[in-house]
């Protein structure tokens, strides 16, 4: 079955005007992955692992009351890798740390995403010229959404799980993000 | 109740310790030998009542380790810098004032972990910020490492 | 037979009590703790190292990321040792300027303290009201230099911009709200019977104890000992201000976190006083564009939020520094951790470490 925004395959199986505008309106056909995408993408858990800085802005002020990262259903941060989506790397990862950033990502299982919060977590940020810190969250993990920022406003970090959300949804996310 | 000053202080301990150097901020430098004794007279002498160590921390000069010590009295308001100079690099130690301030311990081990200077006597000396295996001691002038620059 | 193992469990540097990346190893014999050992370092960045590199005035931002909750107090800190090592005598409007913004920095710290300290304790909603209120002080953060958490605002001399308009005015609005929203914690927090179950009695430190572990701040205040340095060693203008030092009676948890609300308390009094005190005038002094102070060592403490913050910075005469050091409060608190929690349960370390309320980028550096 070809499905498209326009043709509803009820329009191959009758003529009546009205029963094909209610079908329409009414039953929506789907493969099966992308209503699948559509629950994943609305209900995000996150795994609460904060590393520096950019956790108190990035993890504990997106939830309070006035950034509110809860409106969108994000709010359940979970302390268990087994039970969480969405690492947020929030903070600068050194090389004492590596380890456990690998393994608690591998611990999280299938479908998983990681969101890296700050210029830390993107490219080793002020601290990329010492001895001890690993240049990126890159190095280590796969990630989907960079948020820059020293630390980025909470606003930021919500502006970052909704583009996660339309990746997850399979929109383009560079043209929906303006 | 008013205590002694510190130049009285200084004067007195000059006396009593043939070693030591003081200069003209009121920084005392001790020889490592005498540090323990020193250590303990300022700080069970109640006229000089030293009772709270609050920084220790080390410098790496071209020629020499230094050990730097800051007390505060907190009967009188004293405040002392006291410092120890290690000559020898290649091996540096020095004694631990574990005995006398359990706040010297997490101290002690930060300075073996970022310097490499040995404190003798030492319940515990460990790495303590850096991985145990780490090669090298950071905060030494002539460690070399590659940053994450690109 | 029935025989007893002991185990070792990992508390570990993912977990939601511990504050950030910080790992203690826990030799258990059933609940009960007989060895815990902290392990900390997971977030050292090496800054004491990395300011070798930097110029005086580059190395403002990176006292901003230390403690980062309470970032006004270690940029004063660092900006005041250099003002000793140089010198230089710093205006009056931007010494009463440091002062509000370093209570706010305090009360910024100590309501996340608070916060965080109730949802270890189990009860997420004192968080959300703490973090309500913390949003208004970084709205006027915000206002004053441009950003929320970060600010290296103070500059070697003075401050880097004088207030916008209408700043005092919004200050006084929030010191005439706040003393009602203490009021609210208190009856949500601090009365709660769970809460007082759990942290009074528990951890107790004597003060002789305090005092041989170099233990400082609302910990050694919470103990019994009058250590205050904005009263005991009077620096910036705090000598002409009228506010009290609490202290605690039990040495327990609940003493360390009653003396914190209390500090809150009079932190709103001193930017009262301050705001009504403020002098016109020039907001920095005559500082060379390129900084190169002279020879030699100097060290300075503070009253940081979480206790005696100290620079020790070693100067050569280049516009770069020897050596920076930085007497962490946070990391030698937790130096008494592991005494501190033989003989309790795995539930009161976290009201312990709770209590001792430390910030992991000032831990490690």
């Not at chain 1, 995403?113 to 001890?132: K, R, T």
């Not at chain 2, 220790?56 to 002392?80: C, K, M, Q, W």
């Not at chain 2, 090669?135 to 002038?141: D, I, M, W």
Request: one cysteine or more; aromatic letters at 10%; glycine letters at 8%.
């Amino acid at each position: 079955m070809d499905l498209t925004k326009d043709s509803h395959p009820v329009e191959q199986m009758t003529n009546d005007a009205k029963v094909v505008d209610q079908f329409k309106r009414t039953i929506y056909l789907a493969p099966l992955e992308k209503l699948l995408n559509l629950a994943r993408g609305y209900s995000l858990w996150p795994l609460g692992f904060g590393l520096a800085c950019c956790a108190i802005e990035g993890l504990m002020c997106v939830q309070d009351p006035r950034f509110d990262l809860a409106r969108f259903g994000y709010e359940v941060l979970r302390t268990s890798p087994r039970q969480a989506d969405v690492m947020v790397v929030a903070g600068t990862i050194t090389k004492k740390m590596a380890p456990y950033v690998v393994r608690l990502y591998e611990q999280m299982s299938e479908p998983k995403w990681v969101i890296a919060v700050g210029s830390c977590a993107i490219s080793g940020g002020p601290f990329v010229d010492s001895y001890s810190v690993v240049p990126g969250a890159e190095k280590l993990v796969p990630v989907d959404v960079f948020v820059p920022g020293c630390p980025p406003r909470p606003d930021a970090v919500i502006q970052a799980f909704m583009m996660l959300r339309d990746k997850i949804h399979g929109k383009v996310v560079l043209s929906s993000a303006r | 109740m008013p205590g002694k000053e510190m130049t009285v202080i200084i004067e007195e301990i000059r006396e009593k310790f043939a070693g030591i150097d003081v200069d003209e901020k009121m920084t005392v430098t001790v020889p490592a030998a005498d540090l323990l004794s020193l250590m303990r007279e300022l700080k069970e002498n109640p006229e000089y009542d030293f009772n709270f160590l609050t920084s220790l921390t080390a410098v790496d000069y071209p020629e020499h380790f230094t050990v730097v010590y800051n007390l505060i009295s907190f009967r009188h308001g004293h405040t002392l810098m006291v410092k120890v100079k290690i000559e020898d690099k290649e091996e540096p130690a020095a004694p631990s004032l574990t005995p006398l301030w359990g706040g010297a311990n997490w101290q002690e081990r930060e300075v073996y972990d970022l310097f490499g200077i040995t404190f003798t006597g030492h319940p515990n000396l460990r790495r303590i910020l850096l991985d145990d295996d780490f090669a090298g001691y950071p905060l030494r002038k002539d460690f070399e490492w590659e940053g994450g620059r690109v | 037979m029935m025989q007893t193992q002991e185990i070792t469990l990992n508390m570990g540097p993912q977990h939601p009590s511990t504050h950030g990346v910080f790992h203690i190893l826990l030799k258990l014999d059933h609940e009960v703790i007989r060895e815990a050992t902290p392990i900390c370092g997971y977030l050292h960045r090496g800054i004491e190292k990395l300011a070798e590199a930097r110029t005086y005035t580059q190395i403002i931002p990176y006292t901003d990321r230390m403690d980062y909750l309470a970032a006004m107090l270690n940029n004063t800190g660092y900006c005041m040792t250099m003002e000793k090592l140089m010198e230089i005598e710093v205006p009056e409007r931007a010494e009463f300027i440091r002062v509000i913004c370093n209570e706010l920095s305090r009360i910024a710290s100590h309501l996340i303290a608070i916060g965080t300290y109730s949802v270890d304790i189990g009860g997420i909603t004192g968080f959300m009201y703490c973090l309500r209120d913390r949003e208004l002080v970084m709205d006027l953060f915000e206002e004053i230099c441009g950003s929320r958490m970060t600010f290296s605002y103070m500059r070697i001399g003075g401050v880097a911009e004088d207030m916008p308009e209408g700043f005092l005015e919004k200050v006084l609005k929030f010191v005439d709200y706040m003393p009602s929203a203490i009021d609210e914690y208190d009856g949500l927090i601090t009365g709660n019977e769970i809460f007082q179950a759990r942290t009074k009695h528990v951890g107790i430190i004597p003060p002789e104890v305090a005092l041989n572990y170099s233990l400082s701040g609302p910990i050694l205040r919470g103990s019994g000992v009058d250590w205050d340095l904005r009263k005991k060693r009077p620096y910036s203008v705090y000598d002409r201000f009228d506010f009290e030092v609490p202290l605690g009676t039990r040495h327990d948890c609940f003493d360390r976190f009653t003396c914190r609300m209390k500090e809150m308390r009079q932190s709103l009094r001193i930017i009262r006083q301050a705001v009504e005190q403020m002098p016109e005038g020039p907001v920095m002094a005559k500082v060379p564009k390129v900084i190169k102070p002279p020879a030699g060592d100097v060290y300075l403490e503070i009253e940081g939020a979480k206790g005696m913050l100290g620079y020790y910075i070693v100067s050569d005469g280049s516009n770069k520094p020897y050596r920076v050091h930085v007497r962490r409060p946070s990391y030698i608190n937790l130096g008494y951790l592991s005494e501190l929690c033989k003989g309790w349960k795995i539930a009161d370390v976290v009201a312990i470490l709770g209590s001792l309320d430390i910030v992991l980028g000032e831990v490690d550096c």
